[in-house]
């Protein structure tokens, strides 16, 4: 007793050393942003009048899909053909913010850290996977069906959507998915079906199965039946022995995956939110059993952190700790919640996984059984790896940044602008390009040959079809940081009008200032 003892403080010790080791402890996650002071440029300021921000505006669900769809971020899919529920496209806008923030979460969560790899893994796995790892006929929620209008709905998100004033407190004060059925079952009369056809009338609640199935090659036979992966965690538990050989890495461990997953969603709503296809952005963290609980704590701040040195507002995040109605497989539970316009919801969930994953996918022979043991090469201790998840939807930490950068402002002397005050590693463009006339032939030389210096290290937008001022509202609507203007002037001293996003402040900048280093001009605002 007395040895376990010591050993659970001695892991204890090993796991907090190893954080402080990788400077992954209380670090300021802003101090890579550092203040432009290095960049020489020309003071050419034209002085305009700040635009003032209402901090409390916040869109209609309505009117920011709008806004999404004008601007080339997400359309309805399939739209051609009256659309189909719970999908969307990502336009050209979109595909290229949803890559860079997929990019800067690959990068923070693999390529940085000394204690992370990366892996990917398909969509259609072996059955066996998904009856071991416990989603064939579990992995299904409560449904039930109007009877007025024959809409189905998931319970929970039913009784999420009342308003009236004699039920809604009952209802909020329930916390597990039992309660919310065994009130339903008993006061289905007192709900009301968003149609509001008739008085409300329901069927009996029963369960819904969200696997995709399909078949697996030409054959159509029971043995052939697969499914579409309603996680991209499975791929990453399967291949834990896989990874651990060839990586030559020792625990703790963590195996990263961005990937498509799809449940079949009772109904999905609230545009991006909640579709039937969407995409994951998972870290499976594998670990000595007694660290388990120390990087479930450190990789729920590590994410909120995150989230907020991206650029998310403090105010609109917020991290709910579950303590009952977990998942099966989990121990402890965090949910970093965003406060959408149809209230505070999941974006990022981290969960201590144990060693549920890998118990349940070790294989029944003898020979195999031991498949998932891990041997510790400094002390030949032999345990299986507990793991911590912190599991992101790409699409719904994408729609929090959108919805959180989007302002309108009142300018002086003009009209309202829309901008996207979004974060210059996550704008789809960090620089637009324009000259500010045709002709001469000199001036659409010049910005072509600034905007393919500048490509060529960023993503940047070239445009000469509107005036200049139609031009910086597009950008201010999309998010680019800066907007680069060649004029006659640059004929003459080679300097360029760089004008800024948030403040609609200008300055004149040499433009070997700008092309040499653009990342420098991106990380240090000389507008600050």
Request: with cysteine.
């Amino acid at each position: 007793m007395m040895q376990q003892s010591k050993r659970l403080v001695k892991n204890k010790q090993l796991a907090n050393h190893h954080l402080f080791a990788n400077g992954l402890i209380n670090s300021s996650t802003n101090s890579t942003i550092r203040k432009f002071n290095n960049c020489k440029f020309n003071h050419s300021e034209k002085k305009k009048e700040t635009p003032s921000t209402s901090d409390d505006y916040h869109p209609s669900l309505n009117d920011f899909v709008a806004f999404c769809k004008r601007r080339g971020f997400a359309y309805q899919g399939s739209s051609l053909y009256g659309g189909l529920s719970g999908s969307f496209d990502y336009g050209t806008i979109g595909a290229q913010l949803k890559k860079n923030l997929k990019d800067l979460w690959w990068k923070d969560f693999v390529e940085l850290r000394r204690d992370c790899v990366g892996i990917d893994t398909p969509i259609i796995l072996h059955s066996k996977v998904w009856e071991k790892s416990g989603h064939i006929g579990n992995f299904t929620d409560p449904m039930v069906t109007c009877l007025s209008c024959h809409s189905r709905f998931e319970v929970e998100n039913l009784l999420k959507r009342q308003q009236n004033p004699e039920t809604k407190p009952t209802i909020d004060k329930m916390e597990t998915a039992k309660e919310k059925i065994e009130w339903m079952n008993q006061n289905s009369s007192q709900v009301t079906c968003p149609c509001e056809k008739k008085a409300n009338s329901w069927d009996k609640i029963r369960n819904f199965d969200m696997l995709f199935k399909t078949m697996y090659g030409p054959i159509e036979k029971e043995e052939n039946t697969a499914y579409l992966r309603p996680e991209t965690a499975q791929g990453i538990f399967i291949n834990f022995n896989n990874v651990i050989t060839t990586s030559r890495k020792r625990l703790p461990l963590g195996v990263g995956q961005i990937g498509k997953a799809f449940r079949n969603e009772i109904s999905p709503r609230d545009f991006i939110f909640r579709q039937r296809e969407f995409e994951q952005m998972e870290l499976e963290y594998f670990c000595h059993p007694t660290q388990s609980s120390d990087y479930f704590k450190y990789w729920v701040n590590f994410c909120h952190e995150w989230l907020l040195k991206y650029g998310l507002k403090k105010d609109n995040v917020r991290i709910y700790t579950k303590t009952q109605d977990l998942a099966h497989y989990s121990k402890e539970t965090s949910d970093i919640e965003y406060l959408f316009p149809f209230g505070w919801s999941e974006i990022w969930g981290i969960a201590n996984r144990t060693d549920y994953d890998l118990q349940a996918h070790v294989q029944p022979s003898k020979k195999d059984k031991h498949t998932f043991e891990y041997v510790d090469p400094q002390t030949n201790e032999k345990y299986v790896p507990h793991v911590v998840e912190p599991s992101a939807g790409a699409d719904r930490v994408l729609f929090a940044f959108l919805y959180d950068a989007y302002n309108v402002e009142e300018v002086p002397g003009e009209e309202k602008r829309v901008v996207l005050k979004i974060h210059p590693d996550l704008a789809p463009y960090k620089f637009a390009v324009f000259p500010l006339q045709k002709k001469p032939v000199e001036l659409m030389s010049k910005a072509e040959e600034i905007y393919s210096q500048l490509a060529s290290v960023v993503s940047t937008d070239y445009d000469v079809s509107s005036s200049i001022g139609v031009l910086y509202r597009r950008h201010d609507e999309i998010g680019t940081p800066y907007c680069i203007t060649i004029d006659h002037q640059t004929l003459k001293d080679n300097t360029v009008t760089v004008r800024d996003r948030d403040t609609m402040k200008q300055i004149r900048m040499n433009i070997n200032d700008i092309v040499t280093n653009p990342l420098h001009l991106l990380k240090n605002n000389p507008f600050n």
